[in-house]
């Protein structure tokens, strides 16, 4: 199973909004609406953020929301804050019944 | 309050063993489904594998990379799962997390994660 396919890194400035996109296949982010996305900080564990493409889990910001077009998801951040500077990784269940992640993209808060 | 906690984790020599733990609470273990991901030091998460609750199985899949070298088990009457990790190479050198999963999929509850290092 390939690794998903994000961008090494997006930035942006306080107050804008950034698209991070996460791109698969028709065996994985096309075939199931089992899209979840992470925020990790340095040296911590990964933070669910977005489930099921666009669900946000309770206490998660409003400003993040996700969406997905064909075999590729996306994540957008509106209202940039210093605070969602952090790694984010895609994820999606496939069709051999198991979990694929993206690469990870870095996003730095200008 | 959903709590995952792994341990285990240290430093070992190439070739060698190491079984993680996983200490759950604040749910019913026994009817989850529950994987490993690790991330290498500076690297993404990577899927290790997963073990279905015993009501709907109770089978185990892998990542290739780890397929026939690390074995996945749990026992329900403690509430813990495990990862017993053999003939490590250094390319196992990671953080290992475990992480809830179900029906429908969704690794949502993380632990904090515990360090392996495979190092001569």
């Known amino acids: 199973q390939s690794a998903l396919t994000q961008p090494a890194s997006v930035s942006g400035s306080p107050g804008q909004s950034i698209t991070i996109s996460c791109t698969g296949t028709?065996?994985?982010?096309?075939?199931?609406?089992?899209v979840s996305w992470y925020q990790q900080h340095p040296g911590k564990a990964p933070k669910l953020m977005i489930y099921d493409v666009s669900n946000r889990p309770s206490g998660v910001s409003n400003r993040f929301s996700g969406s997905k077009s064909g075999n590729t998801a996306s994540l957008t951040i509106s209202g940039l804050q210093a605070e969602d500077e952090a790694d984010y990784y895609c994820?999606?269940?496939?069709?051999?019944?198991?979990?694929?992640f993206g690469g990870g993209t870095k996003l730095t808060v200008l | 309050e959903v709590q995952l906690v792994e341990s285990g984790g240290g430093l070992v020599k190439p070739g060698g063993s190491l079984r993680l733990s996983c200490a759950a609470s604040g749910f019913t273990f026994s009817n989850a489904w529950m994987n490993w991901v690790r991330q290498a030091p500076g690297k993404g998460l990577e899927w290790v594998g997963r073990?279905?609750?015993?009501?709907?199985?109770?089978?185990?899949d892998y990542g290739a990379p780890v397929k026939g070298r690390f074995t996945i088990s749990r026992d329900d009457s403690k509430n813990t799962l495990y990862l017993q990790m053999n003939s490590l190479k250094t390319e196992d050198t990671a953080v290992y997390y475990c992480?809830?999963?179900?029906?429908?999929?969704?690794?949502?509850?993380w632990g904090k994660g515990t360090t392996v290092t495979v190092s001569s």
């Open positions: 073990i279905k609750s015993k009501t709907d199985g109770g089978t185990t």
């Open positions: 994820s999606s269940y496939t069709s051999s019944s198991v979990w694929v």
């Open positions: 028709s065996s994985d982010v096309g075939g199931y609406d089992y």
């Open positions: 992480t809830t999963d179900g029906i429908p999929p969704l690794m949502d509850v």
